[in-house]
């Protein structure tokens, strides 16, 4: 059997997260203000038992977005699965606090659902920067999702900011079309004191390179009022920017589409009854709270495209964690004759932290990151340079940006020659 795919899925981890209320953050970043946070070794207690390779994982929680867009002939219906797809893909980023830990140079990650249709690999492609690509695949040959992420991450003093530069492409071979975007920015508010939230704000711009139509939403920064928090929207239009439809909702919740004139129709009233409501109390923004229960209000004739699967009951003792996420450090007796070494599933600190072995998973964390360090400056001395494995530099054909491209050849199974990362 070419991989690996498991049915006795578990729904929780191994040890509770530990608290991190006697930390003190501020200790720890007040060195850091304005720097980027790649460069700084954390202690593991902000960490959450995944690798950032296992985290970028969770785009393929929401798959059946995809088999969804190839089962309609209709260009703008397959734009409204593919916008939701990405939409979705940031989604498992609601109320998860803690830092993934960062991948190791060469560290790989593969995941099979066959519940799901697809399969998926990544690796630690480069460490200063530091950048994760991913190539995935679906079972039926039905489509490709691939990319590369370096995400750039600052800390403000009172938030920490993640911006994930890089490029997605998806690709319908059904249809012969390829889809390209990028991530909006994440940011993590409260790091000192108070309860942490995250918002995510940008613009995220999907395109279709074979008709030219795009979705363009805007991810809205929480605002004064903290109205708009979680809050997307935008229009799906035509080469010729003609709106064809609009789109709507909270990326940690649900996204509705509706006809463009009744979705602009409805802002004009909704701002029109704001501005009568000026006296509203003002939220600053580091008070805001987390919306509880469905808090999208829905225009009359608008179409669900995507809701949010709901958390496990237990998710708040697990890092906030949804039943996906749960299931991606799971290691069966049978994987370990298959995986690569390099696999996250075999990473003695993510392993402990799991376990809630802080002081082991502290440890290890140590001494992995020390023997990359001296891998480097090995290296340096020899003149020899780093090769990625599983793949190579190059333009994305649908942009023609630089991106990462998959070498095809992962699963094979060919493992020999890995470099002893941990």
């Known amino acids: 059997k070419q991989g690996l795919c498991l049915f006795q899925w578990e729904t929780s981890l191994p040890a509770p997260m530990f608290s991190r209320n006697d930390v003190s953050i501020w200790s720890i970043l007040k060195k850091c203000i304005g720097m980027e946070l790649s460069k700084i070794a954390m202690p593991v207690i902000l960490n959450e038992p995944l690798s950032f390779l296992q985290r970028l994982t969770e785009y393929m929680e929401h798959t059946y977005l995809i088999h969804q867009a190839n089962t309609t002939t209709d260009?703008?219906?397959?734009?409204?699965?593919?916008?939701?797809?990405?939409?979705?893909?940031?989604?498992s980023q609601w109320e998860r606090t803690g830092k993934p830990f960062n991948p190791l140079l060469g560290e790989t990650y593969e995941l099979i659902r066959e519940d799901l249709g697809f399969r998926w690999m990544s690796e630690q492609v480069s460490h200063h920067p530091p950048v994760s690509a991913f190539h995935a695949e679906g079972l039926q040959e039905d489509f490709l999702f691939h990319g590369s992420i370096y995400p750039k991450l600052k800390f403000w003093g009172k938030s920490v900011e993640a911006e994930p530069k890089g490029i997605i492409s998806l690709e319908l071979p059904k249809y012969n079309e390829a889809y390209t975007w990028t991530n909006p920015t994440c940011c993590v508010h409260n790091i000192i004191v108070g309860q942490l939230w995250i918002e995510q704000y940008g613009n995220v711009e999907v395109i279709n390179h074979k008709t030219g139509e795009r979705c363009s939403l805007i991810f809205k920064p929480c605002g004064l009022f903290g109205k708009e928090l979680h809050k997307v929207e935008g229009y799906i239009l035509d080469k010729s920017k003609k709106k064809l439809c609009a789109i709507y909702g909270k990326w940690t919740e649900c996204l509705y589409t509706v006809d463009a004139d009744t979705f602009d129709a409805h802002k004009k009233s909704d701002k029109k009854n704001s501005e009568e409501?000026?006296?509203?109390?003002?939220?600053?923004?580091?008070?805001?709270?987390?919306?509880?229960?469905?808090?999208?209000?829905?225009?009359?004739?608008?179409?669900?495209?995507?809701?949010?699967?709901?958390?496990?009951?237990?998710?708040?003792?697990?890092?906030?964690?949804?039943?996906?996420?749960?299931?991606?450090?799971?290691?069966?007796?049978g994987m370990k004759g298959v995986l690569p070494p390099?696999?996250?599933?075999?990473?003695?600190?993510?392993?402990?932290?799991?376990k809630g072995d802080m002081d082991s998973a502290s440890a290890e964390k140590k001494r992995v990151e020390e023997k990359q360090r001296l891998s480097r400056k090995n290296r340096s001395k020899s003149s020899e340079e780093w090769k990625t494995?599983?793949?190579?530099?190059?333009?994305?054909?649908?942009?023609?940006?630089?991106?990462?491209?998959?070498?095809?050849s992962y699963w094979d199974r060919n493992y020999s020659l890995l470099p002893d990362i941990y």
């Open 277 to 333: 409501k000026k006296s509203e109390c003002l939220i600053r923004p580091e008070e805001m709270p987390l919306p509880d229960g469905d808090t999208v209000q829905v225009i009359p004739g608008s179409e669900l495209i995507w809701r949010i699967v709901p958390r496990p009951d237990n998710s708040a003792e697990f890092y906030a964690f949804s039943t996906f996420a749960m299931q991606l450090n799971e290691l069966e007796e």
């Open 75 to 91: 260009s703008m219906e397959r734009m409204k699965c593919v916008a939701a797809f990405a939409v979705s893909a940031v989604a």
């Open 389 to 408: 494995r599983w793949f190579h530099q190059g333009t994305n054909p649908h942009n023609k940006a630089q991106d990462w491209l998959y070498s095809n």
């Open 342 to 354: 390099t696999d996250c599933r075999l990473r003695p600190d993510i392993r402990h932290m799991e």
